[in-house]
C-alpha cells in the first residue's frame, strides 16, 4: 500500500508512524509545507486515557515522551485577587516542538518518507497515485475545501480572540486568571510544559478586544500589553511569541470524513475549543482509530468506513464539550460576582465532564468548600437542599417534568393519571407537575389531553392532589394550563406524533394562519373577541385548578402551542397590536399571566415555560429569551422554566447531555430569577454539579421518571442520603437499600498471595 499524507503534524506523524510499523512494506511519504524545527505554539497537553492508547500502540513513541513530560495535578483559580485550588486532576504537557521531534525520529527510524519544505501535490493527483490519501492539514485544510461538495463541512465561528504565547517559567498549576479591566473581562489560560517554561493563551470577547484597542496593535505591542495585564500572574516576566496573533477560534464539523481514498484527520476533520486540551489528543486517537480500522477491514473502503463510524461519536461528544466551555468564556461576565469557591467550581464543571461526583473523588476538601458555602448541611448533596418560590418550599431541587400521557377521557384524568402522578410523588421529587392541562376543549393537542374546562375535570384533578398531599406529605404537585393553538386536533403521539386526526377534527386558531407542517392543519388567525376569549378560558381553568389544590401553576408559553406561537416571530406573523416587535408579541401572553394571576392565590407561585430558541433561523434567540423573561419578572412570574424548540416543524435542535441548560443558565444571571432547567439532564450527578455550580435552582426531569418512577429515592440512596430532602414513603422504607443484583455481587475470595 503506497500512503500519502498531507501535513506534519502531530496526527500526520502519529498516523504515519503506526501505518509503518503496523506493516513496513507500506510506501508512507509525508508532506510539510514548514521546515522541520517550524511549529506554531508552544505545550501540549495530553490525557491519561490518549497516553495508554500510545503506549499499547508503540511503545517506543510513549517511552521517548514519557521522558519529556512535565506532570502537575492541581488547578488554580485566580478571581478578585482570590485563589482557589482544586487537586487531583492529572495532568501531562510536554513542548509541541519536542513532541514533533519525537514523532520525526519515529517515523525515520521506521523509514517513513519526510519532505519538509514542500508543498503536498493536488489531492486529487495524489488519490491517483496513491492508495490512500490522509489529510492532516489543519483547520485550514485545503483538501478539505477541494471536496467540499462531498465532505460538506460547516465552520462556526466564535466571539472570542484568543492569542497564543508563552513566559520562560513554569506554572505549578493549571491557572486560570481573570482580570476585570476597564474595557471589560480577559482571561489568561495557563499551563506548564517544561521545567522553565509554560503556555499562556490570553482570551477576551471581541467587543472587549477592540474596546481595548488590540486591533491597532502589531505582535510586540500586544505581547507586552497582555504581560502587564497579567503582570501578578506572570511574576513580573515578560510574555514571547512564535509568529503569534490574535484569532478567533472555529469549530469545523464534516458531514463526510472520506471520499474515495482520500480520508480526513485531525483539525481537517474536526475542532475542538483549546479550553478542554484536546486538539492534539482527537489528532492522536484519529491516526490510531484510522491504523486499527486498516487492520480490522478487509479493504481500505470497509477500513475507512469503520474509521468514520468509530470516530464520529467521539467527536461529537467532545465537540459538544468544548462548545460549552468555549460558550461559558465567551460568557465569563455573568459569573464574575459568584462567591469565589462556587465560581470555581461553575469554571472546573462548565463542559459538563467534570462533575460534583467526579470532582468530589479528585478533590473532596475543595468539592466540601463549595457545598459549605452554598449551604449544604453537613452529608446533604446539592439537589436535597430546599427551595422556596413565594409561599411554597420545596424540599429537594428536583422536579417530574411536565409529560402528555394522552391518556385522558373527554379532558378528565382518570385513575391512569391518579396511578402516573401519585407514583411520582411517592417517589420522592420536590415538585410533581401533571401535563399540559388545557383550558378548552378546542385547546387540546390530542382527544386523549387532560383539561380544566368543565367542574367534573376539576373534581377528578382534586382526587389526584389529595392523595398526592395525604400520601406523600412534602411533596408539591403543581398543574401546568395550556393551549395547544396551531398543534390541535392530532392523533395520539404513539398513533402519529403532530399528525392530524382521521376524522372527528376539531377547528384550529392560533396567532397568523400558518400550519404548522405541511399537510396540517390551517388555524384561523384570532380576532380579538377571540383573543379575551381564551383569556377568560385560562382565568378560569386557573381558578378551578385552586379549588382542585395544586400547590403551583405554571403558563406553558412554549413548544409552538398558542401562547409560544405569539412570542416567536417565526409563527406571529399579525401586523395589528399583538404582532410585530417582541414588545408587541409578548402582549397577549402578558395579558394571560395576568388574568391567571388575579385568580391564583396570592400565596401559590406561579412559572412560565418558555422556549428560550426556536433552533432555527429568524426565530426566538437567547438574547430575546432573556427579555422574555424580564417582561413577565415585571409582572410577577416567580420562576422561568427554560425549554427550547419544538416550535416550528424544520428546527433543528444541538442535542446532547444538558443541552437546554445554558439557556437557563443565561436567564439566571441575567435576569436574577429562579429557573428551572430541563433537557437531557438524567443523573444525580448532573443536577448536583447544575445547582452547585449556580446554573439553575431547580432540575426538571422527564424520560428518566418514566423509567423509573422513584428517581429522586433511588438517588438518595446511591449517595448514601437520608435526611428531610426526600422521605421514603414508611410502606417502602424497606426497599431503600439497593438489592443484590445476583452471584456477581457476592464477596469474592482471596486466591493470590502477594510475596
Known amino acids: 500500500m ?21 506493516d513496513p512494506q507500506r510506501d508512507i511519504t509525508v ?51 482570590t485563589r482557589q485550588t482544586s487537586s487531583g486532576h492529572g495532568f501531562a504537557a510536554l513542548g509541541r516542538k519536542r513532541l514533533l521531534e519525537i514523532l520525526h525520529d519515529r517515523c525515520r527510524d521506521l523509514g517513513v518518507e519526510l519532505r519538509f519544505r514542500s508543498e503536498a501535490p493536488y489531492p486529487d493527483w495524489l488519490a491517483q497515485s496513491y492508495d490512500l490519501v490522509i489529510a492532516a492539514d489543519g483547520v485550514n485544510s485545503t483538501t478539505r475545501e477541494a471536496y467540499a461538495d462531498v465532505f460538506r463541512p460547516q465552520v462556526a465561528t466564535h466571539h472570542c480572540r484568543y492569542i497564543w504565547l508563552a513566559v520562560d517559567f513554569a506554572f505549578d498549576a493549571f491557572r486560570f486568571e481573570i482580570a476585570e479591566t476597564e474595557h471589560g473581562v480577559m482571561q489568561l489560560h495557563g499551563y506548564p510544559y517544561a521545567p522553565d517554561a509554560s503556555t499562556v493563551i490570553v482570551e477576551m470577547h471581541e467587543d472587549v478586544w477592540r474596546a481595548a484597542g488590540f486591533e491597532e496593535l502589531d505582535e510586540t505591542e500586544s505581547v507586552e500589553r497582555c504581560a502587564k495585564i497579567f503582570a501578578e ?33 485531525g483539525d481537517a476533520a474536526h475542532t475542538a475549543h483549546f479550553s478542554i486540551g484536546s486538539g492534539t489528543k482527537l489528532a492522536v486517537e484519529d491516526a490510531l482509530a484510522l491504523a486499527a480500522c486498516l ?100 424540599r429537594n431541587r428536583v422536579v417530574v417534568s411536565p409529560m402528555d400521557m394522552y391518556s385522558a377521557v373527554d379532558g378528565v384524568p382518570g385513575d391512569f393519571h391518579l396511578v402516573h402522578l401519585g407514583a411520582r410523588a411517592l417517589g420522592g421529587a420536590g415538585l410533581v407537575m401533571t401535563e399540559m392541562v ?63 386526526l382521521p376524522e372527528g377534527n376539531w377547528p384550529l386558531v392560533a396567532a397568523s394562519p400558518l400550519p404548522y407542517k405541511p399537510g396540517s392543519q390551517t388555524p384561523r388567525e384570532l380576532t380579538r373577541a377571540q383573543l379575551t376569549d381564551i383569556r377568560e378560558q385560562f382565568s378560569a381553568a386557573a381558578w378551578r385548578a385552586a379549588r382542585a389544590g395544586f400547590d403551583l401553576l405554571e403558563l406553558h408559553c412554549a413548544h409552538g402551542y398558542l401562547l409560544s406561537g405569539f412570542l416567536s416571530p417565526l409563527t406571529n406573523r399579525r401586523t395589528d397590536a399583538y404582532g410585530g416587535s417582541l414588545e408587541k408579541r409578548l402582549r397577549f401572553p402578558l395579558e394571560v399571566f395576568d388574568a391567571v394571576r388575579a385568580v391564583w392565590p396570592e400565596e401559590k407561585p406561579m412559572t412560565v415555560r418558555i422556549s428560550a430558541t426556536d433552533w432555527a433561523e429568524g426565530g426566538t434567540t437567547a438574547e430575546d429569551a432573556v427579555e422574555i423573561a424580564r417582561a413577565f419578572a ?80 433511588h438517588a438518595a440512596a446511591e449517595q448514601g442520603y437520608d435526611g428531610p430532602g426526600v422521605v421514603w414513603p414508611a410502606p417502602y422504607r424497606a426497599g431503600s437499600r439497593r438489592p443484590q443484583t445476583g452471584r456477581t455481587d457476592a464477596p469474592r475470595p482471596r486466591l493470590t498471595l502477594e510475596t
Open 438 to 500: 388545557c383550558v378548552s376543549a378546542e385547546g387540546r393537542i390530542t382527544p386523549g389531553c387532560t383539561g380544566l374546562y368543565t367542574g367534573r375535570q376539576a373534581e377528578s384533578w382534586k382526587r389526584i392532589t389529595e392523595f398526592v398531599h395525604a400520601r406523600s406529605p412534602g411533596t408539591a404537585i403543581g398543574v401546568q394550563l395550556g393551549h395547544s393553538g396551531r398543534k390541535g386536533s392530532t392523533r395520539l403521539m404513539w398513533e402519529g406524533m403532530d399528525e392530524p
Open 233 to 265: 500572574a506572570l511574576r513580573g516576566r515578560p510574555l514571547r511569541s512564535n509568529k503569534s496573533a490574535w484569532t478567533t477560534f472555529r469549530t469545523v464539523v464534516n458531514e463526510r470524513w472520506s471520499h474515495g481514498n482520500v480520508v480526513l484527520l
Open 634 to 713: 415585571a409582572h410577577g412570574v416567580d420562576a422561568i422554566d427554560v425549554s427550547t424548540g419544538q416550535v416550528v416543524a424544520d428546527d433543528h435542535p444541538e442535542f446532547g447531555r444538558s443541552y437546554q441548560t445554558p439557556y437557563a443558565d443565561r436567564i439566571r444571571h441575567t435576569t436574577g430569577l429562579p429557573v428551572i432547567a430541563v433537557g437531557a439532564i438524567s443523573s444525580w450527578d448532573d443536577v448536583n454539579s447544575l445547582i452547585l455550580a449556580g446554573r439553575t435552582d431547580l432540575c426538571a426531569l422527564a424520560r428518566p421518571h418514566l423509567y423509573d418512577p422513584h428517581w429522586t429515592l
Open 295 to 394: 487492520e480490522e477491514q478487509p479493504t481500505p473502503a470497509e477500513a475507512l468506513a469503520a474509521y468514520e463510524e468509530e470516530r464520529k461519536p467521539v467527536v461529537a461528544s467532545t465537540q459538544r464539550a468544548a462548545r460549552a466551555s468555549l460558550e461559558w468564556f465567551e460568557n465569563l461576565g455573568l459569573y464574575l460576582d459568584q462567591q469565589p469557591r462556587q465560581f470555581a467550581f461553575n469554571l472546573l464543571t462548565r463542559s459538563r465532564r467534570v462533575t460534583h461526583d467526579n470532582l468530589r473523588l479528585r478533590d473532596a476538601r475543595f468539592t466540601g468548600a463549595v457545598e459549605r458555602e452554598f449551604g449544604c448541611p453537613p452529608g446533604t448533596p446539592p439537589m436535597f437542599t430546599p427551595f422556596r418560590l413565594r409561599g411554597l418550599t420545596l
Open 2 to 22: 503506497r500512503v500519502a499524507i498531507i501535513g506534519g503534524g502531530p496526527g500526520g506523524l502519529y498516523a504515519a508512524a503506526l501505518l509503518k510499523r503496523l
Open 31 to 81: 508532506w510539510e509545507r514548514n521546515a522541520p524545527d517550524d511549529t506554531f505554539g508552544f505545550g501540549v497537553v495530553l490525557s491519561d486515557e490518549t497516553l495508554g492508547g500510545i503506549e499499547h500502540a508503540d511503545p517506543v513513541v510513549y517511552e521517548a515522551l514519557q521522558k519529556h513530560f512535565t506532570r502537575w495535578d492541581d488547578i488554580d483559580i485566580v478571581h478578585r485577587s
